[in-house]
């Protein structure tokens, strides 16, 4: 594998982050390259990405300098599979659904394992549009209270149409649960 395939996303002091090639996106070679690197003295953390090909690593940088980080990532390499050669490996152009389903899949291997059931139904699909529901019906309520307490509930007949409105979500809403 060459090592020229590996793209610098970001550089800061103290923290490098990385996209490797497709080849080199599996778990194995991932949790290899994390091995590696927590080995070398100076870094403080890693975090890898199977799906994206992402490594993010946080280091001192009065120990360690983005180089040092580079050859051990290089010496690495060889051990690594060859290019092409990993059978359902991920392609470039990853669709949404797969990047989630990693992040769901990460989560609930990160959490620990008397947590795994809540952690696995709370990253639902469903779970998670009605999270994102209620926080859309929250955040309306927040921004039109003062209009709610001053002026619709004294003048109802003159905020109709704002009354219809709030049954009409409050309808979309309990139905959309229903379901």
């Known amino acids: 594998m060459d090592?020229?395939?590996?793209?610098v996303l970001q550089r800061a002091e103290g923290y490098l982050r990385l996209r490797l090639p497709a080849a080199l996106r599996t778990p194995d070679f991932g949790a290899t390259l994390e091995k590696s690197l927590q080995a070398l003295p100076g870094v403080l953390r890693t975090s890898w990405l199977t799906v994206e090909g992402k490594l993010a690593v946080r280091f001192?940088?009065?120990?360690?300098?983005?180089?040092?980080?580079?050859?051990?990532?290089?010496?690495?390499l060889p051990a690594g599979p060859a290019a092409g050669s990993?059978?359902?490996?991920?392609?470039?152009?990853?669709?949404?659904?797969?990047?989630?389903?990693?992040?769901?899949a990460r989560l609930i291997a990160a959490a620990p394992a008397r947590f795994r059931p809540l952690v696995a139904n709370a990253t639902t699909e469903k779970a998670i549009t009605n999270f994102t529901n209620d926080i859309v019906a929250f955040y309306l309520i927040k921004v039109h209270w003062d209009l709610i307490v001053?002026?619709?509930?004294?003048?109802?007949?003159?905020?109709t149409n704002a009354w219809?409105?709030?049954?009409?979500?409050?309808?979309?809403?309990?139905?959309?649960?229903?379901?």
């Open 3 to 7: 090592a020229a395939a590996i793209e």
């Open 60 to 76: 001192d940088p009065q120990r360690l300098a983005p180089a040092d980080i580079a050859r051990r990532i290089k010496s690495v």
């Open 86 to 104: 990993v059978p359902g490996s991920v392609p470039e152009t990853v669709g949404l659904a797969e990047r989630l389903d990693d992040l769901r």
């Open 150 to 159: 001053n002026h619709w509930i004294k003048e109802p007949v003159k905020y």
């Open 164 to 179: 219809l409105t709030v049954f009409y979500f409050v309808f979309l809403l309990v139905r959309y649960r229903k379901t």
